[in-house]
């Protein structure tokens, strides 16, 4: 499966299929759906951050015009959202998971929750109704820090929860730890935060619910990464509807990251309530609701200790992280800090010990979820927070010390202490790449310039590896996935030979319409344009698990491989039978099949015909038709991984940090579509620039209120705020996929965050700074060099 | 968005006139604080009077010593007329970076003035430049229509029309944008005329735009950025927030300052 120099093939930067329809407007977003007789929803939030619900008033609403129904958590009789991930404790016992229904029942825990659900002609009438709702709320403390969640005197977010701890858990062997670190000759201590942050996707969430009396049917449109696990989600725990009664729809999403994995219980409550009220229901979050009811990312706090040998060799590692889950357990919350975290603590090292405790705690801020990277951008920022530390407190060059402590390229498959086996990989390479590109050698000319003109230049670098791919149903399953999750494909060739390509992966941004068809079409050698790719419905896809952890190309581009083998194998004997020869003797290429050392051949184009006017056909043998599907289980993760580096310059005066230069050097096995992959690290990078220098989602410790809560306070990255990215790959194949595709989705966010801080405190070295919290913003840069500047002149 | 009554005048007069004759009428001029608050459902007017269709309020002339800028005047007129830009470079500067091209179009420097934003670039601009405000009913100087967070000397039914600057020997403006909203963290505009040097800040106060007045006397015995750097501004008055410390905005007005004269021409 190489690159074949076929203009539309793998390997080649096609322009991506999607555009036009989306800039030109042509797109179907959920909003953009109108059902018959559709009415609209408004959900009335609470304004406190944890209350108790003493009375619900809604006798005047009900009566204002325009209003079809109101409901709230006493007319609500169905289940709750489920957890999709169960964790268990150090001592066995599983994780606590607190009811999490549509409607409060009679408390309310975040800033957002979901009081009542207001049913209008119109979406204005839904909200003036809503404002006549009287609800007396008693209020209560609230707890917010996760720091403190679990000290004492804390708000009680659950009953349940006692020190509001969902669960406490860790990974890895203690006492090899210990034993390690009594030996040490140096230890490099860190505290981390890593801050939550908003994801923003640029379509906010929506949902319609529509029910058809007469069949019993239940149509679900979501903006979602993946209908077939809200089908299963919200049909088999929630709403009780089987998978024969319920579609889900997921059309043109408009960006996802993660925050649309979810099942969300405003989908459910559309749907409950479309049957209730016999018309289809539609809600439209706006983007302050997206504030407070979207699942968040992030939002750990970590101390962590490495100890070296006196040559600078990792010897072992430990961490201790609190995790915020929010109030609810959302779909994924407690596998990020665990599985997608702690299992990447070796990172790209031969850290030979590895030691990490996780507790999770409850919180009356919104849930906290996957958000690109999930896990692993946490995990990559402490361990290159903590390398570098290192280096400064040995002396020893912060790139001979990752060097020193690299994964060999023959170690490869390489166990980690931490549950992983990685398949391939070539740090050596990458970094040395990446320190090209960038220029590293020539940063200290660039440094003695910048202080000219009064500026504190830094250079940063990060070498980081992930797991994605996700992920072998049985290896997650024992790891408490409470579903699998490998992908399905299905191939239809229509009898003219185009080619109709059915993925249960969903498409919210990458491309997949694209990319896809580029792999079938070389793949079948059929035009690019004769592919279609369809997804998003549950009635049209014979199954999927979506797309989310950079998995779309690995497992559901596994998949159609599979298909379509199962595809080539029949046309092969359908071509044998239409040449009269053995099919062990036909070779398909190049879309054409040939009997070897002759010159017969037919296209695949006459093959397809043929098995659909099968006059001249094995009927005895084969059946007629030709079309295919496989499910695909990946026997590993993926391990995508390369060297961030980043360049920033400093205006003491004002603190202000402006990203001066940005080299991405990634291996990401087999590319299909360069240009998809560089828009991929282009969009990675970006969101982790914010995460290092903009974004934060901060709450009032008193109020529990967001203080965050609209683009005037949440800082998003513009496009004047990022320098022109440097992207490269470096790619070894995976070696246990049929197409040696890793994964690129999540990389750009995973890498360039600690990249970015430690070419911040790289810059603020010679003034003395040591350590800077993200979001670097400008107060905090200045008050830093302010503070360092004073125990300076103390001394 | 709440219901409201709509009125469009054609003249000052009327508009007035539509202003008197409602319970609780609200000026609509570019809509670019007023339309976002009213779809949040945080203001909710009788009625809406609609100042886009009186041609007496726009444009931008040469007057006397300075110029005059119509009220319903929008930003990006100001930002490209050659008349601001000889006379005044830096008030078509500050335009030019207000909010973003949409914003620009739209926002009046009318509106501005008189919603008074303590974030807002204008006030900064009227206050150093020593700028006169005429209304339906008289002359206001500058230093006297600024009266603290939204709140201006303008009375009930009173409407902005037209605003005076003198031409200053030079001056310049200096913006250290809020990094979310990019609204003034801090901005400061600096004005040296024939009567000396005014220095007002926007966005730091806690009363809203204000002189800095020891930078004044710095600067105008010495009009240099190294005078404007050595003053301590104290952080007393200023506003703290998730974005900026009374310290660091207080820091940052000597800072801005003295870029302003660097810059000033």
């Not at chain 1, 974004?695 to 004047?720: F, H, I, K, V």
């Amino acid at each position: 499966m190489a690159d074949t120099g076929n203009p539309t093939g793998i390997g080649a930067s096609v322009k991506r299929k999607e555009d036009f329809r989306f800039l030109t407007g042509q797109g179907t977003y959920t909003d953009d759906i109108k059902r018959p007789g559709q009415a609209y929803a408004y959900i009335l939030r609470s304004p406190h951050a944890h209350a108790e619900i003493v009375k619900i008033d809604t006798a005047r609403a009900k009566a204002m015009p325009g209003v079809v129904a109101i409901f709230t958590g006493a007319d609500y009789d169905k289940g709750g959202v489920p957890c999709g991930w169960q964790i268990h404790s150090k001592d066995g016992s599983p994780m606590v998971e607190p009811p999490h229904f549509p409607l409060c029942k009679d408390r309310v825990r975040h800033v957002g929750d979901q009081v009542a659900l207001v049913i209008g002609e119109s979406l204005a009438q839904a909200r003036d109704a809503a404002e006549a709702i009287a609800v007396t709320y008693k209020e209560l403390p609230a707890i917010v820090s996760t720091a403190d969640a679990d000290k004492p005197g804390a708000a009680q977010v659950w009953p349940d929860a006692k020190n509001n701890t969902c669960f406490d858990w860790h990974l890895g062997d203690k006492a090899a730890v210990d034993a390690a670190f009594a030996k040490a000759h140096h230890v490099t201590k860190i505290d981390i935060v890593n801050q939550r942050l908003a994801p923003n996707a640029m379509e906010p969430r929506a949902a319609i619910g529509d029910y058809d009396r007469a069949t019993g049917e239940y149509t679900l449109y979501t903006t979602s990464q993946n209908p077939h696990v809200i089908r299963l989600l919200m049909g088999a725990f929630v709403l009780q509807i089987p998978e024969h009664k319920l579609r889900v729809v997921a059309p043109d999403v408009g960006g996802g990251f993660g925050s649309k994995i979810f099942h969300y219980s405003e989908e459910a409550l559309v749907t409950w309530a479309a049957a209730k009220v016999r018309r289809p229901v539609k809600w439209t979050s706006d983007r302050s609701e997206a504030f407070i009811s979207d699942a968040q990312g992030r939002d750990h706090v970590s101390h962590a200790e490495l100890a070296l040998d006196k040559d600078g060799k990792f010897l072992a590692l430990r961490v201790s992280t609190k995790a915020n889950m929010g109030a609810y357990l959302s779909t994924f919350a407690p596998c990020v800090p665990t599985y997608l975290s702690a299992t990447l603590l070796a990172g790209v090292y031969t850290t030979p010990a590895i030691y990490a405790e996780v507790k999770a705690v409850f919180t009356n801020t919104v849930a906290v979820d996957a958000y690109r990277g999930a896990g692993r951008p946490e995990t990559t920022y402490l361990l290159e927070r903590l390398v570098e530390k290192a280096a400064r407190e040995t002396g020893i060059d912060r790139v001979e010390l990752r060097r020193k402590n690299f994964i060999p390229k023959d170690a490869f498959p390489y166990q980690t202490p931490v549950a992983l086996q990685y398949d391939s990989g070539d740090y050596f390479s990458t970094l040395d790449i990446a320190l090209k590109r960038a220029d590293w050698a020539g940063f200290e000319a660039r440094r003695a310039e910048a202080k000219k003109r009064g500026k504190l230049r830094g250079i940063g670098i990060s070498t980081y590896i992930e797991a994605c791919g996700i992920a072998p149903s049985a290896v997650v399953g024992s790891l408490g996935a409470r579903a699998g999750l490998y992908e399905c494909g299905s191939i239809r060739v229509h009898p003219t030979g185009s080619v109709t390509v059915f993925t249960g992966t969903h498409s919210h941004g990458q491309g997949h319409e694209t990319t896809f068809a580029q792999l079938v079409s070389d793949t079948l050698g059929v035009p690019f344009d004769s592919v279609e790719v369809s997804h998003g419905d549950t009635n049209k896809i014979p199954f999927g698990m979506g797309t989310y952890g950079s998995r779309s190309l690995a497992v559901g581009g596994s998949a159609l491989v599979k298909a379509m083998d199962k595809i080539i194998a029949k046309a092969t004997r359908i071509a044998a039978h239409l040449m009269e020869a053995s099919a062990a003797d036909v070779e398909f290429k190049n879309g054409e099949f040939s009997v070897k050392g002759t010159d017969k051949k037919v296209p695949f184009g006459q093959v397809a015909l043929t098995a659909y006017v099968p006059h001249n056909y094995p009927i005895t043998e084969l059946e007629p038709g030709l079309e295919e599907t496989a499910f695909y289980d990946p026997l590993n993760f993926t391990y995508p991984g390369g060297c961030h580096i980043c360049e920033v310059e400093i205006d003491p005066d004002t603190g202000v940090t402006q990203v001066a230069k940005f080299t991405a050097v990634d291996d990401i096995g087999r590319v299909i579509n360069p240009m998809i992959v560089e828009g991929q690290v282009h969009g990675g990078v970006v969101q982790g620039i914010g995460q290092a220098l903009l974004e934060n989602c901060a709450y009032d410790n008193e109020s529990g209120q967001l203080l965050t809560g609209s683009y005037m306070d949440y800082t998003m990255p513009r496009a004047d705020d990022v320098p022109s990215i440097d992207v490269a790959t470096h790619n070894t194949m995976c070696t246990h996929n049929p197409l040696g595709s890793k994964g690129v989705g999540e990389v750009g966010a995973i890498g360039s965050p600690p990249a970015v801080i430690n070419a911040v405190l790289d810059a603020l070295l010679p003034v003395g700074v040591k350590d800077i919290t993200m979001p670097a913003t400008p107060v905090k840069v200045w008050q830093a060099i302010q503070s360092a500047g004073s125990a300076k002149a103390a001394e | 968005m709440n219901n409201f009554g709509y009125h469009r005048p054609a003249s000052v007069a009327d508009a007035v006139k539509a202003l008197g004759g409602s319970g609780d009428a609200r000026i609509v001029a570019g809509g670019q604080t007023l339309l976002p608050t009213l779809r949040a459902r945080l203001a909710t007017p009788s009625d809406l009077v609609d100042l886009r269709a009186i041609a007496e309020l726009k444009g931008i002339k040469a007057e006397g010593d300075g110029i005059t800028i119509g009220a319903m005047t929008p930003h990006a007129e100001v930002a490209a007329s050659d008349v601001v830009k000889g006379a005044i470079p830096a008030l078509a500067y500050l335009a030019d970076h207000i909010g973003d091209r949409q914003v620009r179009t739209l926002g009046t420097i009318g509106g501005s003035l008189a919603n008074n934003d303590p974030a807002a670039c204008y006030p900064s601009a009227v206050l150093a430049l020593g700028a006169t405000i005429r209304t339906s009913k008289r002359e206001i100087k500058a230093d006297d229509f600024f009266q603290g967070l939204f709140t201006t000397a303008l009375e009930d039914g009173e409407i902005i029309t037209a605003v005076h600057f003198p031409k200053p020997e030079k001056a310049a403006y200096e913006k250290f944008v809020q990094p979310a909203s990019r609204f003034a963290l801090v901005g400061v505009f600096v004005a040296k005329a024939r009567e000396g040097v005014r220095v007002a800040v926007t966005g730091a106060g806690q009363e809203g735009v204000f002189r800095a007045r020891e930078l004044e006397q710095a600067l105008s015995a010495n009009f240099s950025p190294d005078a404007a750097k050595g003053v301590k501004v104290a952080a007393g008055n200023l506003i703290s927030d998730l974005h900026g410390t009374a310290e660091y905005r207080a820091h940052l007005i000597p800072v801005l300052t003295a870029r302003a004269v660097a810059a000033a021409k």
